[in-house]
């Protein structure tokens, strides 16, 4: 299974317009390859090098989606959600552009597609934690794609 963007290339840099600099348009996404048997599709997209001072875990969750289609093939700001939109770490259903703290230097922002063989029963207000706990047993295959993103 792969996932991949239009927009950068696997370890690119995201652009601007993603971001919260930009118009913090959701990054498009593509999917291939996915698994015969596959249910549905989830997603999650996590920057790790969040400041230790801003959050003790150092992880922020700028995107939580489960239920897409196992024929899902692509994810477009044009084409509004697919799926259940999740809870992120800012507490918002919805996508959340990079922003990294200025100054911090690049963060990386790494786009994880799951394959379950189920279709997951979870409120909207679900978030990573719940979602990953609820795939436990039931992912077929996963893929990533990872982009940076800084501000000066």
């Known amino acids: 299974m792969e996932i991949k963007s239009p927009s950068f ?9 993603h971001s919260i600099d930009g118009e913090g348009s959701q990054v498009p996404l593509e999917f291939e ?6 249910a549905s599709l989830a997603l999650v ?4 090098d969040v400041p230790r001072d801003r959050r003790p ?3 922020f969750d700028h995107w939580v989606v489960w239920n897409i289609p196992a024929g899902q093939r692509r994810m477009t700001a044009d084409e509004g959600p697919v799926g259940v ?3 992120t770490t800012r507490g ?9 703290p200025p100054g911090d230097g690049a963060h ?4 994880t ?19 990953e706990a609820a795939m436990e047993g039931h992912v077929l295959e996963r893929a990533a794609l990872m982009g940076r993103f800084q501000r000066d």
């Open 108 to 111: 990386r922002y790494f786009f």
């Open 45 to 48: 997209v996590h920057d790790p």
């Open 92 to 100: 918002t259903n919805t996508w959340i552009g990079p922003a990294p």
């Open 33 to 38: 390859a996915v698994p015969d048997g596959t």
């Open 9 to 17: 290339a696997d370890g690119g840099w995201i652009p601007v317009e």
């Open 57 to 59: 875990d150092g992880n």
């Open 85 to 87: 939109v999740g809870r």
């Open 113 to 131: 597609l799951y394959a379950l063989d189920v279709l997951l029963d979870l409120p909207d207000s679900a978030g990573r934690g719940e979602l």
